[in-house]
Structure formats: structure tokens, C-alpha cells
């Protein structure tokens, strides 16, 4: 049987595990990062259907992050999603964003999506333990 909760509903309350407040703004960090770029992607002028395409799937990584932000221990295991994703997009990208088609600003963008996926590893094997 699931906890009580004082107020007389069932489970805990959202966000209610202890989890440290540098875990917490990363994990906001990722929610916002993959937002912005995703709806960038999406609604810049110029984008291929393509990268509308992908645009919408960064947007909508976004809003899994949302919900990791907000309870970070229940969803947790959907960060292995986030990992392979943001690693299997660097892969993809990262050699025609280092030749010349490519720009200074889509190499920042893949840094830090590998930025986000050590973190998400480093904290899905610590289970956000105390920075």
C-alpha cells in the first residue's frame, strides 16, 4: 500500500524525495535548454522540414525533462531516453557540424548536449546524491 499523504491523498507529493538543489537546476536546465532549441528548430524561417522534424522531437524531450525537473526520483529512468538521444544526435551531427557547413553555434549546442548526457548518466548512477 502506498504512503498516506497529511493532506489524506495517496502517494507522495510531487517533487517530495530529497534531491539536491544542483540536481534540481540541472535537470531544470535540461528541461529549458531542449525547449528553446527545439521550438528555435521548429520556427526559424529558413528550417528543412527535416530539421522542423527534429525541432519537434527536441521540444518534446523537453517536456519529458519537464517532468524529470519536477520529481526527479519517479522519472529518473526515463533520463536513459535523454541519453541516448542526446548522444545518438551528437553522433550524427557532430562531422558535418565540424566541416565548413557547419558553425561555431551548432558545435556549442552538441557540446552541451554531451554536457547533459554525462549528467544525466552521473546522476541517474548516484541517484542525485548530495553534490
Do not use: Q
Amino acid at each position: 500500500m502506498k504512503n498516506k499523504h497529511p493532506s489524506g491523498r495517496v502517494g507522495a507529493a510531487i517533487g517530495s524525495s530529497r534531491i539536491s538543489g544542483g540536481w534540481r537546476a540541472f535537470l531544470w536546465a535540461a528541461c529549458v535548454f531542449n525547449l528553446v532549441i527545439g521550438a528555435l528548430g521548429m520556427l526559424f524561417p529558413a528550417s528543412t522540414i527535416d530539421a522542423r522534424i527534429v525541432g519537434s522531437l527536441v521540444f518534446a524531450f523537453g517536456v519529458v525533462y519537464f517532468f524529470v525537473a519536477r520529481d526527479p526520483v519517479r522519472f529518473a529512468p526515463v533520463l536513459w531516453a535523454g541519453v541516448i538521444g542526446k548522444l545518438g544526435v551528437v553522433a550524427l551531427l557532430l562531422p558535418a557540424a565540424l566541416t565548413e557547413e557547419g558553425s561555431a553555434v551548432a558545435i556549442a549546442i552538441l557540446g552541451l548536449d554531451v554536457a547533459f548526457a554525462l549528467g544525466f548518466i552521473a546522476f541517474l548512477f548516484t541517484k542525485g546524491d548530495e553534490d
